[in-house]
């Protein structure tokens, strides 16, 4: 079968957000066609990867490493794809192969809080969104619908109709948790697309806790399920398709984007429309890669700000022992969290944030610490049982405001095919680290609620990063200010899209997914409405799903 | 996955492509209505799984038009609502009887035995007129018609139906055995009835009819196999006990046993579920009792082989062969099937995921049905229970199917238990098909040359008799 060259719809980036853009496209009968930078790879091969990797906590080691689309890797040591400007590190970690990222996130799928759209005219601190939560709820209803999302209804966000399934049965650590720290704090279930029964022919969770690196049975929505969902409406993926340059018209439209194979043969795709869908690192790149004289600051960058308002979700974090046995390690990797503190007043002077506890098994970081140690023999088997069972963990998952100098611009350091590699330039401001402070009195109180002893706080001023890349891409109605407008379509070419974490204007205190796969449903709409009569069946279907 | 081979029944069953067509999108038991003989006769269509394969993908329940794939062309299921126009809203008792009992329709013509007329004719009256009220009073019409069957010739003439009946349809109705329980008598009205197990449990002669003297002795439906459940305690089910084949028929497993899969598990999630407990019973009092029939190959009950084997320590911190077909056993066992099986494949703690040693999936010496569940996977469609396990037609190749199935049965199962790539491939593309259109013509090519023949001899018998008679003087 020879590769098209041409399409009516062309999406860069095989990701959830690129794939189920295809996918409504391909179902409303239009040819597209999806570009991916990396190859495919086979979910029993990352498993079976992942059990014999001598690096169990580094989730991108089972992952393949492709030349021609290189992806930045830290472990054993950085790799250097993704250059550091400073002065803060930014150690993003995303995944080059058809599906995209989400082959190793823990499913997390929160809608946003309503006042996350309003921080400027309510907290004056970083920019109103172009649209309200209340225009979102449909779109993050569908979304949730297509992935199968469940979750507790406290956690802020506010909807018209019930998740699509009850939420996974409760991990035993999950449950002291609640109970001890009742009533000082509500711990609920995370909002997560995660099946807790059969959903859309992929099975349940069975507990395998390795939702990342790889959740072995299907039981968490990829980006993967999506590109298998675009395939089977007729989208075409080709894969190690490296895209390098995107070429406007003289009118100012795109007619078409470059790619290298492996081989660096280039090839030239056309299209009538084109969804830019390669993430908040790669599709700045290439925008940015992309410039010519009459676009000498790349495409689609009238105001200067692609690449800008980078932004991500830091955290700081307390390990401790708690006084009974935990066992962390049964059930999902991240089922609960206190969401209390995602909105409030007290934005005005420092950042909100959501306190995460993991579920991730103990077993592997008490070995390394125990051997570290230098501790051995029966000490060993004593001392790993009991910390294993008891060893818990609280982080906090913190809002950083939108600042333009924190940026992804071109390094002049190019990879194997001779392309500039991404730079990241990266501080986190003292409004995120006062939120920072705040949650640490919430940290020790929790310690004490839960007889915690050996108490270790992260390094003061170190902070984790969460791969919840946001921004670069920003929405907003002013063409001057931002690069995409309320529907993600590029303020200065009137047929490329943006569609993924990047068009979010704030990042809020959640993980970034679900809102960009809504939005990204929003923008398909807007590209090609459906026939009211589907739009009404849908939300008819959706409304008796949910009586 | 279809509803083909258990349905397809008598003519087709054995040469029946099953994953050619789709899912049943069933729903449960229709509402139940008030009078109790239309409560009574809804039982009874549930376990005879009417609906099963009246209901097309997506379809209105029993609304007919599911495809039911075989050699000689898609045979689609009627519409049995009481529509008048579409299906049997203006059949008499009379009419209902004959077709459900006899294979002949309305019309006079004759239904094709995807059918299982041949053991529905085990129907007491009274059932008959119970099923008669609850088709036309506790279902709802639907004015749709299916796509009609439009077989190839010699096929297309029902009229051939007729011979065939008279050669292997036994239309007299269930009679009681004095010398055997109550229990025992209702168990076997079931079993050979309504809940047809022999439709696919017993093997056919090469007229595609049941071997009364092999029954329920195991026959392959060209892609799943349904084993032997004879008592016999090697090649049958002869060491489960009642409560075990009770268990099995109402949840689809018999711990350390076996679990339904493929066209069992549909069985069990559309209809012996549905049963009361005293049915269930009464239909493993009576397999229990029927003729154990044992296969000299056979040196261990399919259940009883196998124990925890683990086999990793030569995999961990080596990469995996760049060609997946070269991936080993234990490779592929750690890949696919450990995740749920567990390291050593005894399964979860609570037995939820099964065990794979102690297990009828991998004690077969007819590795059929290991190579179809991991293909295929389980999926139950109406009792919400979904997913059972994944299939992974998607992601094993067929090399890789039939080194991972020889590693499952030589180190779970049954050690003499081969899987082949050929088998995978077929199996994989449908099930081994015969061309029953051509041999059918064949055949009746030969029998014209035959008939032709005679009549010639004949002729010419008459015309020498005739020629001695004229050619003889004249008294």
């Known amino acids: ?547 | 996955m279809s509803r083909g081979p258990r349905a397809a029944g008598i003519l087709l069953a054995a040469l029946v492509a099953l994953a050619a067509t789709q899912a049943v999108a069933a729903t449960g038991p229709a509402p139940a209505s008030s009078s109790a003989e239309v409560q009574r006769g809804h039982y009874l269509a549930v376990a005879g799984d009417c609906e099963a394969c009246h209901t097309a993908p997506g379809g209105k329940p029993l609304a007919g038009g599911l495809p039911i794939a075989t050699p000689v062309g898609p045979i689609f299921s009627t519409n049995i609502t009481p529509s008048k126009q579409d299906g049997i809203g203006d059949y008499s008792l009379q009419q209902f009887s004959d077709a459900v009992r006899k294979g002949v329709r309305g019309d006079g013509k004759h239904l094709y035995p995807a059918m299982p007329y041949t053991a529905y004719a085990q129907l007491t009256d009274a059932d008959v007129r119970a099923m008669y009220a609850y088709f036309m009073h506790g279902v709802q019409p639907v004015d749709s018609r299916p796509t009609q069957t439009h077989l190839p010739f010699p096929f297309n003439i029902r009229l051939s139906m007729a011979a065939w009946n008279l050669l292997f349809l036994d239309d007299k109705p269930f009679k009681p055995d004095p010398g055997q329980s109550v229990e025992w008598n209702r168990g076997a009205y079931l079993a050979r009835g309504l809940t047809h197990c022999s439709t696919c449990h017993t093997p056919r002669n090469f007229m595609m009819a049941e071997k009364p003297s092999h029954a329920l002795a195991g026959a392959s439906l060209g892609t799943w196999f349904a084993p032997n459940i004879t008592p016999d305690p090697e090649s049958g089910i002869g060491n489960w006990t009642q409560q075990d084949i009770v268990d099995y028929l109402k949840t689809g497993s018999a711990p350390g046993k076996g679990q339904a899969a493929g066209p069992m598990a549909e069985a069990v999630d559309h209809s012996l579920r549905h049963l009361s407990d005293a049915d269930l019973s009464a239909i493993a009092v009576y397999l229990k009792s029927i003729p154990a029939r044992h296969d000299s190959n056979d040196t261990r009950a399919a259940d009883a082989w196998g124990k925890p084997y683990a086999d990793f320590a030569g995999l961990r911190g080596k990469a995996l062969p760049k060609d997946p077909d070269q991936m080993t056993g234990p490779q592929l066992y750690d890949a696919y099937c450990a995740t749920c099986h567990q390291d050593r494949g005894q399964g979860s703690f609570d037995g939820g995921l099964p065990p794979l040693f102690h297990n009828t999936a991998t004690g077969h010496r007819n590795t059929d049905n290991l190579v179809m569940v991991m293909l295929d996977g389980i999926a139950w469609r109406t009792d919400g229970s979904g997913v059972h396990m994944p299939g992974f037609a998607q992601e094993l190749s067929d090399q890789q199917i039939a080194t991972l199935g020889n590693y499952l049965t030589q180190h779970f199962g049954n050690p003499a238990a081969m899987v082949t790539v050929d088998q995978v491939r077929t199996l994989r593309a449908g099930g081994a098909s015969a061309n029953l259109v051509l041999l059918v013509r064949v055949l009746m090519a030969i029998v014209l040359v035959i008939v032709i023949a005679i009549i010639v001899a004949i002729v010419r018998m008459i015309a020498r008799r005739r020629h001695r008679t004229t050619s003889q003087p004249a008294p």
């Open chain 1, 1 to 547: 079968m020879s590769t098209p060259t041409s399409a009516d719809v062309v999406v860069i980036g095989s990701g959830i957000c690129g794939a189920l853009a295809a996918c409504r496209l391909a179902q409303q009968g239009l040819s597209v066609l999806i570009l991916e930078a990396g190859p495919r790879i086979d979910r029993g091969r990352i498993v079976a990867a992942f059990r014999n990797s001598t690096r169990r906590g580094d989730w991108m080691s089972p992952y393949p490493f492709s030349p021609w689309a290189p992806q930045p890797e830290y472990k054993p040591r950085d790799n250097g794809y993704l250059v550091q400007a400073g002065p803060y590190p930014y150690p993003a970690e995303y995944i080059r192969v058809v599906g995209g990222t989400t082959w190793h996130w823990a499913a997390q799928a929160w809608r946003l809080v309503p006042n996350d759209v309003r921080i400027k005219s309510l907290y004056d601190v970083g920019v109103d969104w172009p649209i309200t939560y209340d225009e979102l709820d449909a779109w993050y209803q569908e979304a949730e619908e297509i992935l199968g999302v469940a979750g507790a209804d406290n956690t802020g966000s506010p909807r018209k109709h019930p998740f699509p399934m009850q939420p996974v049965a409760e991990p035993w650590s999950m449950r002291r948790f609640r109970e001890r720290l009742a009533p000082a704090y509500a711990v609920v279930a995370n909002t997560v697309a995660r099946n807790s029964r059969s959903y859309d022919g992929r099975p349940a969770c069975v507990g395998n806790n390795s939702c990342q690196p790889i959740c072995p049975v299907n039981a968490q929505y990829l980006g993967i399920n999506a590109v298998d969902s675009a395939e089977a409406a007729g989208a075409k993926v080709v894969p190690n398709a490296v895209v390098y340059r995107i070429e406007a018209d003289a009118k100012g439209r795109i007619a078409a984007v470059h790619y290298y194979d492996p081989d660096k043969q280039s090839h030239r795709v056309t299209g009538k429309e084109f969804i830019l869908a390669a993430n908040g690192i790669e599709s700045p790149k290439l925008l940015l890669l992309s410039a010519t004289d009459k676009y000498p600051n790349g495409l689609a960058n009238r105001s200067g700000m692609v690449g800008r308002n980078l932004m991500d979700h830091p955290s700081s974090s307390l390990t401790f022992y708690a006084d009974e046995e935990l066992w962390l390690g049964r059930g999902p990797q991240s089922p609960s969290s206190i969401n209390t503190m995602r909105d409030g007043a007290f934005r005005a002077q420092h950042a909100a944030y959501r306190l995460d506890f993991t579920n991730i098994s103990q077993v592997n970081a008490v070995t390394e610490d125990l051997i570290r140690e230098g501790v051995y023999g029966p000490a060993f088997k004593q001392q790993l049982r009991w910390r294993a069972a008891r060893q818990c963990n609280v982080k906090n998952v913190l809002e950083v405001l939108p600042h333009p100098e924190n940026r992804i611009t071109l390094s002049s350091e190019k990879d194997a095919l001779g392309i500039p590699k991404p730079e990241a330039h990266y501080s986190i401001d003292e409004y995120t680290r006062r939120g920072a402070d705040v949650s640490h009195n919430d940290f020790a109180k929790i310690a004490q609620l839960m007889g915690g002893t050996g108490l270790r706080y992260s390094l003061d001023g170190q902070f984790a990063n969460n791969q919840h890349i946001t921004g670069t891409l920003g929405m907003g109605n002013d063409p001057t200010k931002f690069v995409t407008d309320g529907f993600g379509r590029s303020h200065d070419h009137e047929n490329l899209f943006c569609c993924g974490t990047g068009v979010m204007p704030t990042a809020a205190t959640m993980n970034s997914t679900l809102t960009a796969v809504a939005l990204a449903l929003r923008t398909v709409e807007h590209m090609h409405p459906r026939q009211a009569t589907t739009k009404e069946s849908v939300a008819r279907a959706a409304a008796e799903t949910s009586a």
